[in-house]
């Protein structure tokens, strides 16, 4: 036997229930790849895969637990099993849920505290990850940033697994066991076929919904249950590696030493190679999940003992079995949770995103995790009379989601109780009343209320059409059948103005073809490989070929275009693809009327100005606060591109370089770049304005 001090142990001293060092020290790697991904330090763009480590350790550990249960007992205590869930997950959850929406209370406009309970109620009732995909959130592409509970999606996913998988692990083993079958095949072959099954099935799903749906493939339950598979599937076979450990320990030696500093090359391969722009899940995924994989197996052929010796360091398990990195594995899970609520906060009121600042916040926030170990968590889950009652332990777990979900549940109802204080009576909005009077109010409740501007958009909101789709559920077309044939031609910026356009087309007797996709630009952008922004989909691409050729088979009198002007942060690419989309319709021989974008704030009006009804101009923001690229306007400005009639009341949200969110109580933006319906309906008498001033035919003769 080794000595004490070398510690490497042999597989027939190592006792069937265990406490894995390695393992540990795994889990302290995860954690921290995904704090220092969070805290944006470069070189580190794929952080986030400590992630997928952690379903794999889970899978491992969890199924593990789980056969060695059933080869005991012949059945399982699912009572049992929830009940050290409990314990572990949700007290600590719930704390960090009610000291997050403090936080928020303490920091936050009121609109975005309200928004913060409903991701906080999804998060209590762990299905965060399903609330962010309603949203149509993409985690990648940083569109729930801002959110509290945004690191809750990945616990939401192995609270669902963990509520199935015991019942999946006892099916398939009962399947066995309790059947003729048993004089075939082992228990543990039946699990292995069904777990890998399911792991395949999981796999193939997540590879082929990447490049279809993103979002979805990142955060579905059934896209990660293939990562959990992994490392259940190795809990399977793990009697055969303890048996090649005994039998042949020389080749385990050897097999398991370069499994594990090739699975730790390959984890920190996968968090420094992927980025945000890789497509992922996918099969980018498989590197890092296969290189977790390696690391535990490497582990279970050559467990380390609780006090590594020097020998163990030829093995990688011996490296992640010492002190500091078991010590981060221990409060892996409360630093998980109390790392990201930190750095929110933190940029809420500081208002820096600065990678040395946000990296101090996530040291400040690992205190934090050890108090809330130590004192919250340990002695929850270490009670003694808890252990010994089930029932007291899922009573404490109850008792966390319930408080969770009521502390959430009410600061939203106080929330919207306070908001609808602060509406307009009888509000008759125009453009002479907001825009008619040289001074204007600068306080005070607006029009629609910050808690309703997100859903005031132009109807019917069909017509535009969503990321990932190509169809209209309806035909939008507007005005009679034998009115003057026009085009609305766009994305979301082109949309926000259809009403006012439809107002003006009702005055002159025009029939108008709607054709706007959200994120989808008109201007014929060629896509970007290895980016996952929507406009580089094939859903885009090919909505925006087929509407040319519509429009060109409509033979329209009118062409009105317009499109967000940020997409390309180049003016050449800009140039080109606008010149790509112009060419088809000059050759329809239409009228061009090119609405110029509206200034882009870039965060969300209505959450500040929530905040904000006392003074307005805490929401400001300049026109030029980032690139933005509109070739017509530039090319009219040169002399060229003439042809082109544009239209552009951008002086009346702005004052020169500085853009206001609201003006004689009218909310301009519903969100960070989109203009309410309201404003836009009281902005068409300037349209008509700007068309009239140029002699504009509306007749199109």
């Known amino acids: 036997?080794?000595?004490?001090?070398?510690?490497?142990?042999?597989?027939?001293?190592?006792?069937?229930?265990?406490?894995?060092?390695?393992?540990?020290?795994?889990?302290?790697?995860?954690?921290?790849?995904?704090?220092?991904?969070?805290?944006?330090?470069?070189?580190?763009?794929?952080?986030?895969?400590?992630?997928?480590?952690?379903?794999?350790?889970?899978?491992?550990?969890?199924?593990?637990?789980?056969?060695?249960?059933?080869?005991?007992?012949?059945?399982?205590?699912f009572k049992g099993f929830y009940a050290r869930r409990c314990r572990r997950i949700i007290p600590a959850a719930a704390l960090v849920i009610v000291v997050s929406l403090i936080g928020a209370v303490?920091?936050?406009?009121?609109?975005?505290?309200?928004?913060?309970?409903?991701?906080?109620?999804?998060?209590?009732?762990?299905?965060?990850?399903?609330?962010?995909?309603?949203?149509?959130?993409?985690?990648?592409?940083?569109?729930?940033?801002?959110?509290?509970?945004?690191?809750?999606?990945?616990?939401?996913?192995?609270?669902?697994?963990?509520?199935?998988?015991?019942?999946?692990?006892?099916?398939?083993?009962?399947?066995?066991?309790?059947?003729?079958?048993?004089?075939?095949?082992?228990?543990?072959?039946?699990?292995g076929v069904v777990v890998g099954a399911l792991t395949v099935g999981s796999l193939i799903w997540a590879i082929q919904l990447t490049p279809v749906d993103p979002a979805t493939a990142y955060m579905a339950t059934y896209t990660r249950v293939w990562q959990f598979g992994f490392g259940a599937l190795l809990a399977v076979i793990e009697p055969l590696l303890l048996m090649v450990c005994l039998r042949v320990p020389v080749v385990a030696r050897v097999v398991g030493g370069v499994l594990g500093w090739a699975g730790l090359a390959g984890v920190i391969a996968a968090a420094v190679l992927i980025d945000a722009h890789t497509p992922y899940p996918g099969t980018a995924a498989l590197l890092p999940t296969a290189a977790a994989v390696a690391i535990i197996a490497s582990g279970q052929l050559n467990p380390v003992g609780e006090k590594p010796g020097p020998s163990s360091f030829w093995f990688v398990g011996g490296l992640l079995s010492i002190a500091p990195m078991r010590f981060l594995g221990r409060v892996s899970y409360a630093w998980y949770l109390w790392h990201w609520p930190a750095l929110v906060l933190f940029e809420t009121v500081a208002g820096t995103t600065s990678w040395p600042a946000l990296l101090a916040v996530s040291a400040v926030s690992l205190a934090i995790a050890t108090a809330s170990t130590l004192w919250f968590e340990e002695p929850i889950i270490g009670n003694r009379t808890l252990r010994a009652n089930r029932s007291a332990s899922i009573s404490v777990g109850l008792t966390g989601l319930v408080v969770g979900l009521a502390v959430?549940?009410?600061?939203?109802?106080?929330?919207?109780?306070?908001?609808?204080?602060?509406?307009?009576?009888?509000?008759?909005?125009?453009?002479?009343?907001?825009?008619?009077?040289?001074?204007?109010?600068?306080?005070?409740?607006?029009?629609?209320?910050?808690?309703?501007?997100?859903?005031?958009?132009?109807?019917?909101?069909?017509?535009?059409?969503?990321?990932?789709?190509l169809h209209p559920v309806r035909e939008c077309t507007f005005g009679p059948v034998d009115g003057i044939p026009v085009v609305l031609f766009g994305d979301s910026h082109a949309e926000q103005w259809s009403e006012a356009i439809r107002t003006i087309g009702d005055a002159h007797g025009w029939r108008i073809h709607q054709f706007t996709k959200a994120a989808c630009p008109a201007q014929n952008l060629r896509p970007v490989p290895g980016r996952g922004d929507p406009f580089n989909k094939e859903d885009c691409l090919q909505w925006r070929a087929d509407s040319l050729r519509a429009i060109t088979a409509l033979d329209p009198k009118i062409v009105i275009v317009s499109s967000l002007s940020t997409y390309a942060p180049e003016y050449e690419t800009a140039e080109s693809a606008w010149n790509d989309t112009l060419a088809t319709l000059r050759a329809t021989g239409a009228d061009l009327v090119y609405i110029a974008d509206t200034p882009y704030p870039g965060f969300q009006v209505a959450d500040c100005m929530s905040g904000a009804l006392d003074d307005w101009s805490r929401c400001d923001f300049e026109l030029d606060n980032v690139p933005r690229h509109e070739p017509i306007l530039t090319e009219q400005a040169r002399g060229r591109d003439t042809d082109i009639l544009t239209v552009d009341v951008n002086d009346l949200l702005c004052d020169g370089n500085r853009c206001v969110p609201a003006r004689n109580k009218i909310l301009f933006y519903r969100d960070d770049s989109h203009l309410t319906a309201t404003a836009a309906r009281v902005l068409e008498p300037a349209l008509t304005k700007e068309l009239d001033a140029q002699r504009f035919d509306y007749n199109a003769r």
Request: aromatic fraction near 10%.
């Open 408 to 469: 959430t549940m009410t600061v939203g109802v106080v929330t919207v109780k306070i908001a609808s204080r602060d509406t307009v009576a009888n509000a008759a909005l125009n453009y002479q009343s907001v825009f008619g009077r040289e001074s204007a109010e600068t306080s005070g409740p607006v029009v629609p209320n910050p808690f309703q501007a997100y859903d005031d958009r132009p109807e019917p909101n069909e017509c535009l059409l969503p990321v990932g789709e």
């Open 106 to 191: 303490l920091t936050m406009p009121l609109l975005r505290v309200f928004k913060q309970s409903l991701d906080l109620l999804a998060a209590a009732a762990n299905l965060a990850n399903w609330h962010f995909l309603a949203q149509n959130a993409d985690y990648l592409a940083g569109s729930i940033d801002g959110s509290l509970a945004t690191h809750f999606w990945s616990l939401a996913i192995e609270e669902q697994l963990y509520f199935v998988w015991p019942l999946t692990v006892f099916a398939a083993a009962a399947l066995v066991s309790r059947t003729v079958l048993r004089k075939v095949i082992g228990v543990r072959v039946s699990i």
């Open 1 to 77: 036997m080794a000595t004490a001090e070398a510690r490497v142990v042999p597989a027939a001293t190592v006792p069937s229930k265990r406490f894995f060092t390695d393992i540990a020290g795994l889990r302290g790697v995860a954690v921290l790849l995904v704090v220092l991904f969070h805290a944006r330090i470069p070189g580190l763009g794929g952080g986030f895969v400590g992630v997928d480590v952690f379903f794999v350790i889970s899978g491992f550990l969890i199924t593990g637990l789980l056969i060695r249960e059933y080869e005991k007992t012949g059945t399982l205590s």
